[in-house]
C-alpha cells in the first residue's frame, strides 16, 4: 500500500509539471456507470437526432462536443429536453479542491453507501441447490461502502485518474451466471443468508484494486488512454458482440479520434491466457472500429478484433499494436482467432431509434465445404428498438432488443478464446485463488438466446423509476468449453445446445436524488430459473430485494 500511495502521488506531481492549470478536466474519463451516458442517448431522441458514438467511455472533451452538436442542431423546445441538457451540463462539471497557477489541479470526489440485501429462496425443486442462486444485483452491480476517485489534471491536455473501493468479498456473491468458477462460500442451502449489507467485517472486504487507474491525454478530437478502465463499444443495451463491460475491468491503451460525421477507435489490451497452463503464454486482445454518421439518419461501423497469443517473440509486439492493419489479412489462425463485427442504426422516426449488430467469427464458404473444411460457423446476431418521449419536464424511455450467439462464436479453433480471466485471492472460506472467467464480448457468451427490454420514467435530476424483463436461453457450451477435435465434430451444433438453461428475470427498480448530496435506491426482482445447470426437473423461484443510500461529495 505504502508503495502504491507514492506511485499515486508521482503521478500526480508529473501532472503538474505539463501546462496551465485549468477548472474542468477535459481529458477526464467519464465512466462507464454515469449517468451521462443515458441522457445523452435519451436527449438526442427527444431532441430528433440520431444516438451518438456507442465508444464508450467518452472523454470529457468528447462529451462536451456531443452536447455541443446537440444544442447546434437539436430540438430542445420540450421541457424535457431543457432539462436533460441542464442535467448533461451539471454531470461534467468538476470543481477542484486545489487549482494552482502554475498548471495543476486535483480533485476528489467521495462517497459512502450502506446497501441492504434480502434474498428469498420461494421454490428449489430437484438436486437445485439455493446457495448458487446467480443474483440479480450481483458483484459488479452492488455499490461500494467507501469509493474514493482521485484525479489530477494539467491544463486542457493530460489527466490522470485512481480510484479505490471498499466493496464485498467477490466470493460473497455467488457468480455463476457470469460462467465463473466462482464458490458461494456457503455448504447448504441453510447457510444462505436472508439478509446481509454491503457493510461486512475486514476479513470479508475485497483487496484487489483498484479496478479505474489511468493517464489519458489528448485535445477537442482525440483521446489517448492507458491504464485500467471498463470498455464498451456497439449499440447493444443488453451487451456488445465484439467488446462490452461484462469483465470487470479491461487493462489497455487506447486511442480514440472523434468528429461530429466520423470517429476511429483502436484498442489493445492484456488478457490473461488458460489459467491451468504453468508457463502462461503472454495474450491479448487487438480491436479497432471505424464509424460514419449519415446526418442525423443513422449511423454504420465495422470493427475487426483479434485475441492474440504468442510466445515466440516479444518484437511481434509491435506488430499486433499497429491499430491500421487490416487484421484478417494476417493469415494466422494458429496464433490469433479474429473477428469482426458490422452495425447499423437508424432514426426512422423523430424518438426512436432501430440497430443492430452482426459478429462474424467463423464462416464455411461453398468451395471451403467441398474441399472438406469442417468448420463450424460462428456467427452473432443482435438487434433492438429504442424510444425516449417527453411527458412534462421528465420522459418515457423504452427499449426492446433480442440476440443469438453460435455455440463456438468467441471458442474458435486452435486460438486463444474471447475470454477474459483474473485471479482472486479469497478470504471467505475455502480461502484460496480463483480464476471467475467472463466474457469480452456478449454476456451471456457462446451459445445463447437473449430478449430483454424495459419502460420507465425518469425526471432527469430528482428521480426515475422502471421495470425490466429478462429472458436467457443458455446451451452447454460456454466460454470454458473447447473446441472439439475431432473433425466436423461441432457442426450439427446449434443455439441452445443439449439441455438449455432457461432465466427469467423481471426487475422494478428506482432511484431518488433526495438531496444534492444523497441518493436513495431500490431494486425488486423476481427470478424463475428452469433445468438448472441443465439438468431437467431442477427449477428455482427466488425474490430479491436491495435498498440503499449514498452520501457523495462534488
Sequence with gaps: MRRLAVLAAAAFVALASAG??????????????????????????????????????????????????????????????????????????TTPIVAETDGFAFAAEPSASLEAYALIPVSVTGSADASEFARVVDYRDRLPMADLPLSAWAGDFLAGMVQFTVRDDYRLVDDSWSGASGYS??????????FSLNATSLLNVDTFLPFRAWFAGGNGSFSIQFGRDALSWGNGLTGNLMLSDSADYHDFVRVRVFADAFSFSSVFAAIQSDDDEPDRVPAGFASHRLEWRWKDLGTIAFSESLAIQDADS?????????????????????????LMTAELTVTPWKRVAAYGQFALDETRTGPEAEAGDEKAQATGWLAGVRAAVPLGEGYVRAWVEGALTDPWLYNRYNAPYYRWQRRIWSFVEPQCGFWPVKPIGYFAGPDALVAAGSVGYELPGEWRASFAFTWVGKGEID???????????????????????????????????????????????????????HVRGDREFFIELAVGATVSYR
Design 20 to 93: 496551465k492549470a485549468s477548472a474542468q478536466n477535459f481529458q477526464d474519463i467519464i465512466p462507464l456507470e454515469s449517468s451521462l451516458y443515458r441522457w445523452a442517448d435519451d436527449l438526442s431522441l427527444i431532441a430528433g437526432m440520431t444516438i451518438p458514438s456507442t465508444v464508450r467511455p467518452w472523454s470529457r472533451a468528447e462529451a462536451l462536443k456531443v452536447l455541443r452538436r446537440i444544442a447546434r442542431d437539436g430540438d430542445l423546445e420540450s421541457a424535457a429536453a431543457r432539462r436533460l441538457y441542464a442535467a448533461c451540463e451539471s454531470g461534467l462539471e
Design 185 to 194: 462460500g456457503y455448504e447448504s442451502p441453510d447457510d444462505l443468508p436472508a
Design 314 to 338: 516479444a518484437l511481434g509486439l509491435i506488430h499486433d499494436m499497429n491499430p491500421l492493419l487490416v487484421y484478417h489479412g494476417w493469415l494466422a489462425p494458429e496464433r490469433a482467432n479474429s
Design 479 to 533: 466460454l470454458t468449453t473447447d473446441y472439439p477435435t475431432d473433425p466436423g465434430a461441432g457442426l450439427s451444433a446449434t443455439t441452445p445446445t443439449g439441455v438449455p438453461e432457461n432465466r427469467y428475470e423481471a426487475v422494478l427498480s428506482g432511484e431518488w436524488q433526495a438531496r444534492e448530496w444523497l441518493t436513495l435506491s431500490s431494486t425488486f426482482a423476481c427470478t424463475a430459473v428452469d433445468s438448472v445447470g
